[in-house]
């Protein structure tokens, strides 16, 4: 009996982590409340704080359910992604555009003063660039063929996801999320060898002037 309520209990919070999830979303962190998110769910304010005693506390739970399958998790817990997997990663990401939105809301939001996710936010980011510097590490060793420390490529790296979510988001039929990150793996990878056939780009096809001398006839002797 214990556990049968202990289940219902994780369903119901997973239930409201992902209506807060949609909510902030629509609204950002300030303007969802704990109101609009019961509501969502069928509760009443009292009922939801008897999961989330706090709207803090709440973010926090939809912060740690957006990050269970994170590089920023990844390194957390002292483990490195191969590139490979950070651009499944990506792929993933582009199936959950609800999640993407909210977690592009809350790190606009976090530069505020005094916005309760902004540690949180810091945080990550030194977490993501340090899985960004250990996968490139791996990849190419110390240097990557462009001259850069992986540690300073991973700002890079971290910058490029997350700036093609927010293309992704504003123009997702002009935007293709996965296919633009593999495009920056790529620029990452050491050049073609010498004789190596690189990618098939036409040359334009400009048309020489038509440029005809004027016929200019002779002036008539006297």
């Known amino acids: 009996m214990t556990g049968t309520r202990s289940a219902r209990r994780g369903d119901r919070r997973a239930e409201i982590i992902q209506a807060a999830t949609e909510v902030i979303a629509e609204r950002g962190y300030r303007g969802a409340t704990l109101v609009a998110v019961a509501e969502r769910v069928g509760l009443t304010q009292q009922g939801l704080m008897h999961y989330f005693p706090t709207k803090d506390a709440l973010l926090v739970s939809v912060l ?9 998790s990844a390194a957390l817990h002292g483990r490195s992604w191969p590139l490979e997997v950070v ?4 792929e993933y990401n582009a199936t959950r555009p609800g999640i993407v939105q909210a977690f592009t809301v809350l790190v606009g939001d976090s530069v505020t003063e005094g916005h ?24 190419y060793g110390d240097r990557l063929p462009g001259g850069l420390s992986p540690e300073r490529a991973a700002t890079l790296l971290a910058a490029v996801m997350d700036g093609l979510q927010v293309q992704w988001l504003l123009d997702p ?47 008539e002797q006297p």
Do not use: H, N
Request: aromatic fraction near 8%.
């Open 64 to 72: 740690e359910a957006r990050d269970q399958w994170d590089m920023a």
């Open 87 to 90: 651009a499944e990663l990506v």
């Open 116 to 139: 309760p996710a902004q540690e949180y936010f810091r945080e990550r980011y030194a977490r993501v660039r340090e899985g960004g510097a250990q996968a490139l590490r791996a990849e």
């Open 173 to 219: 039929g002009a935007v293709d999320m996965s296919a633009a990150f593999r495009d920056f793996l790529a620029l990452l990878a050491p050049p073609s060898e010498p004789g190596t056939a690189g990618p098939d780009i036409a040359e334009p096809s400009i048309a020489e002037p038509d440029i005809t001398e004027p016929d200019i006839a002779e002036p």
